[in-house]
């Protein structure tokens, strides 16, 4: 989508219009043609991808002949087959996404069962056969059939208990909090199959297969999309990955942000006092998200003043990533504004190598001009640094912020044993994970909780899930302070750990000393009840808005 030249639309308008020559109504006038036409039509796409693996999978599946073989002149079509191609060729002239899945999916359902007419009345015997007639020859079999390993019921199709809709690839609202499914699906399908409109997506949520997963990037590869779309650390393997992250990690190190905590503590000192005046408030949009967003545009060495158009830009590009990489629903806006995100980055970079800054950004600007990365990727690596460095953080703080709000007995604990904020903000990350699930692609068939998954299979890990896993943590589902929470997955593991996971830990523990010594009371607020990111970027969820009511300390 939005990579076929003009040169190559006009080719897939001709190829659909092809296959109408040899339709006429709900009727085939020449099977074999229209099953030639019909191939060509069909296998310009997936040759467009320049997919190899998959281009030699189509071709596996001998489509042409098998509906040359099953299909004849008597048998009925179910829908506009020829319409559909049409509006197929459509979608992909005005790059329209959602159109596209809506047509594949009609497309698919009305082919399915034209074929599963065909077969019926191959299958069925003559009239009056004579008594000695021989068997008739078996119907022809879907190729899947031999493809495909025997594949367990879908999501939706699962009895799911009083409350709980079935869990779904992109969260429509019904799973903004998910523990709940996370809870039913580690005791009855930790490996769960869900439909979406271009592939099955496999969800695993016990801790020791999410984590045997994470750690084996050989079988569950992280370049779903390949080559990968965007220069995002999360779409790489080694090596590539490895090369990106060392131009990258460094400016996150302890060390690193060392200079930047006072004013880190500055900035959220001055907003919780902002807070206490008003009584309260959103804790994302008064807290959070404008400490996140100072920090890294510090780190990043962007003007201040820019920061709110940032914010914009950031939210756009990680929809544009989600749409790319993980077939997402998008925003309708989100590739005009990532392009904008990544001219204003270009110019920034120029301006911070002619200054020789020390900054994250003038570092990635050195490696651009040295030709160590190319213009894209530094532009794209640039962008992903500033989502890493503050999207994590502030669902992090956010869900301190809640945990306080839940049990403010807490706020107590921490000021008194000011040395077990440590422990808290590894408890939060445990309990309310920043990174809710990563996506993978198996590159053998493999077998997960008894389950066969297929090669070629995309994989969400879903890290929240497995970190209240009572087979690992005893009483995964409670918040404890005392626990040992170590080898919790709130970071991801292995090669991909969080990038910002030290300056998210480090924003949270400022906040959470801060409303230990200031807060004297905070609890949620009855009248506005919490609402939740969609998750349309199909890695992350957390609060949108999360409104606390609280009073300064008494001194």
């Not at 939005?2 to 085939?28: D, Y």
């Not at 998910?178 to 199959?193: D, N, Q, S």
């Not at 080694?238 to 503590?265: C, N, W």
């Not at 906040?511 to 990111?533: F, N, S, T």
């Amino acid at each position: 989508m939005g990579r076929l030249s003009g040169e190559q639309l006009i080719a897939f308008r001709r190829l659909a219009e092809a296959t109408a020559t040899f339709v006429s109504g709900g009727r085939f006038l020449d099977v074999a043609r229209y099953a030639e036409a019909n191939h060509a039509f069909h296998r310009f796409l997936i040759e467009a991808t320049r997919n190899a693996q998959l281009i030699a999978l189509y071709a596996q599946l001998a489509v042409q002949d098998y509906i040359d073989r099953a299909l004849t002149a008597s048998v009925e079509i179910v829908g506009d087959i020829v319409q559909q191609h049409r509006d197929l060729v459509s979608a992909f002239e005005y790059g329209d996404l959602n159109a596209a899945r809506d047509v594949l999916a009609q497309h698919a359902q009305h082919s399915r069962t034209t074929m599963s007419r065909a077969l019926a009345l191959k299958a069925a015997p003559a009239v009056a056969p004579p008594l000695a007639a021989p068997p008739e020859p078996e119907a022809p079999r879907c190729p899947f059939h031999d493809l495909q390993p025997s594949l367990p019921p879908y999501s939706h199709e699962l009895a799911w208990p009083p409350g709980l809709e079935p869990f779904k690839v992109v969260d429509d609202g019904s799973q903004g909090d998910p523990y709940e499914h996370y809870r039913w699906m580690r005791e009855h399908a930790p490996v769960l199959r869900c439909q979406s409109a271009t592939t099955d997506v496999w969800f695993l949520s016990r801790y020791d297969d999410v984590y045997q997963a994470i750690r084996n990037p050989k079988l569950f590869s992280s370049e779903v999309v390949s080559p990968p779309p965007l220069t995002f650390l999360t779409l790489f393997d080694a090596p590539g990955h490895t090369r990106l992250r060392k131009v990258a990690q460094p400016s996150f190190m302890p060390l690193s942000l060392e200079p930047f905590i006072p004013e880190i503590e500055r900035r959220a000192e001055a907003l919780l006092d902002q807070m206490l005046a008003n009584g309260g408030g959103d804790v994302v949009e008064d807290f959070a998200i404008p400490l996140s967003i100072a920090t890294i545009s510090t780190l990043i060495d962007v003007p201040n003043e820019d920061e709110e158009k940032m914010k914009f830009w950031s939210d756009e590009t990680f929809s544009y990533f989600g749409r790319l990489a993980r077939n997402a629903p998008g925003t309708g806006t989100d590739e005009q504004s990532a392009m904008a995100f990544f001219a204003y980055l270009k110019a920034a970079m120029e301006r911070l190598y002619l200054s020789n800054s020390q900054s994250i950004g003038g570092h990635i600007a050195r490696m651009w001009k040295e030709g160590l990365l190319s213009e894209k990727e530094a532009k794209e690596l640039c962008a992903f640094v500033f989502i890493a460095g503050h999207d994590t953080t502030t669902i992090l703080v956010a869900n301190a912020f809640r945990m306080f709000a839940e049990q403010p007995q807490l706020v107590a604990r921490l000021r008194d044993n000011v040395e077990d904020t440590d422990r808290f903000v590894e408890e939060v990350a445990r309990y309310r994970g920043t990174v809710q699930r990563v996506s993978r692609i198996t590159t053998e068939a493999t077998t997960v909780a008894g389950v066969e998954i297929p090669k070629g299979a995309v994989i969400r890990l879903l890290l929240s899930a497995a970190n209240r896993d009572s087979r690992k943590f005893t009483n995964g589902e409670t918040f404890d302070i005392d626990r040992d929470s170590s080898g919790h997955l709130g970071f991801g593991n292995g090669i991909h750990k969080c990038l910002g996971q030290p300056l998210a830990k480090l924003e949270t523990l400022i906040a959470a000393k801060l409303v230990a010594r200031k807060v004297g009371d905070i609890r949620l607020d009855p009248a506005r009840p919490i609402q939740y990111v969609r998750g349309n970027n199909l890695t992350n969820s957390g609060p949108e808005h999360l409104f606390v009511q609280m009073r300064a300390r008494a001194d």
